[in-house]
């Protein structure tokens, strides 16, 4: 069945297809990657009707363009990016109809670092040891295990349904952020640091470094103070989010794309709720690391997790019935972050308004 | 406090990884006791079939049990563990039967570069450094690093050879290495550093296969020369 495709006409700096990741093979060394900002995934399968584990792209600062080959729906969560179907604006977090030829662009990201593009039934590339996810250091999954390049085209799957567009109302992420407290649970190697070295951490303020990408952030700032003067472990397991501290006292964030072993002490490690903020973050700003228990991170990863799954997927505007050729048909206008849309029977479509003088 | 504090822990040490995993260390050393207990708590959290449980990375001395924590908690795996962990009786003989995966190597010429450098630094022959090299079952103690890479321990230190002054850009798939005492195969093309003494051609890593690596975490790996691949 030809569930249509679509054609990458320019990746931009970084495209890469991501879904929820490759679990399940890292005792073979192989890195669990998938998307970084993973709520804004879900939320963009969410609102193109899809199930949670469907793939979409993930775009590192915008730049992209790409080409529909079929009408389907389309959301576009994440970074907050001017981006546009065939020229009129799109806000983020609703889902739109495209069309057969449509075009949509974005521009750089402002807020926020990447975004994520979901279309109705996914992108179907092959799936390698169960998923999807470009992983480009050991070239698996996604197209040949690299970034996407102009040209490419890429299947849609089926669509679950035609999926009825909406706008979540619940859950954004503020982007809008200068500085950020990270909560993280100190270990599982916190007792190789001494009290000043947990106290460096937890009281100072790290700066992103440009080094940072996929794999994890480089931080720098205050160093952190070992017990011993060593930071060297015998290399043992890693998990999204341990924080290493190697040898020069700076810390290492590891994320999506971490290598599954390593080397370096982890004085602690991010709270999984806080981990999708870490992959909006850019170089230059600041964080710090407050400390919580086990408990209070899993309470409020239940609550998001709760809040993300049960977000209802509300009709963007209030519609009008009108009677258009003797049929019912609910018809309405909003606005989001700005873009002007129209709602017909449920279905979004972007519109731009102009006004025009009628010959006299 | 000193760094002889990791010698004065207490193991078996279970401690979060953050909200989705517990780390068990059973030791900190690089230890052969050590790490048979590694790969028998494995089997022995599997055969209990806890709720949640999602995926374990064994290593040298360490387990960690990754768990969903929509399905369960930490308080709960703690617990579970702990019990699993006291219901070992003390003394009793880990049984831990490896398996032996046998790798056809071609050593020195094109397949191993750097076969002459190792010989040297022994004050060996060519044909002594293959005959030392090949006569050990290497234990795989984890896999890490790149897919299905084998960290392995047992080489003799008469072959042990200090890494490459400059790295090569790339190595092909299969190169059998010696960096310090350090043995292994890359599984797939990959830049490094290691002294290249020979290639296999058998497949390590194969990302088609739902039992993509050859080599298991927990086996062990015999090198058997051949003169040809054919």
Redesign the interface.
Known sequence: MNNGSIRIVDPGPLTLIQDQGRAGFQSLGVSVSGAVDIDSMLLGNRLVGNSSDRAGLEVMIGGLSLEFNKQTIFALTGANTYATLDGVLLGTNVSYVAHTGSLLELGMATDGLRSYISIAGGIDVPKTLGSRSTHVASQIGGVMGRKLESGDVLNLGESDKFARSGLSQNFTTDLNLTSLAIRVVLGPQDNLFSDIGIHTFLESEYTITEQSNRQGLRLDGPVIESKSGVYDIISDAVVNGSVQIPGDGMPIVLLADRQTTGGYAKIATVASVDLPILGQVKPGMELSFVSISVEEAQDALNQKMKLLAGTPIVDVVEDTAFFVNGSQTNIGVSENDGAELVSIDGAVYPVSVEEIHPAI | ???T??KL?VFPRL???????I?I?LG???DVAINDSVYALVEQIKRANLRGV?????????L?V?YD??VT???VLFEQLTVILENQVVGEKIVFNPVVIELPVVYGGEAGPDIQNVADHAGLTIEQVVDIHSSVDYRVY????????P?LGGLDSRIATPRLKTPRILIPAGSVGIAESQTGVYP?ESPGGWQIIGRTVTKL?D??S?T??KI??GSRVRFVPVTSHE
């Open positions: 406090m000193d760094a504090d990791s822990q401690v979060p990884a953050g909200d989705s995993a780390l260390e900190a050393e690089i999602s995926e374990f990375i064994p290593t040298y001395r360490s960690l990754n924590p929509l908690s930490f308080r984890m896999i890490g690093f790149a897919p299905g890479f960290y797939n890593f990302i088609s739902h993509p690596s298991t975490p």
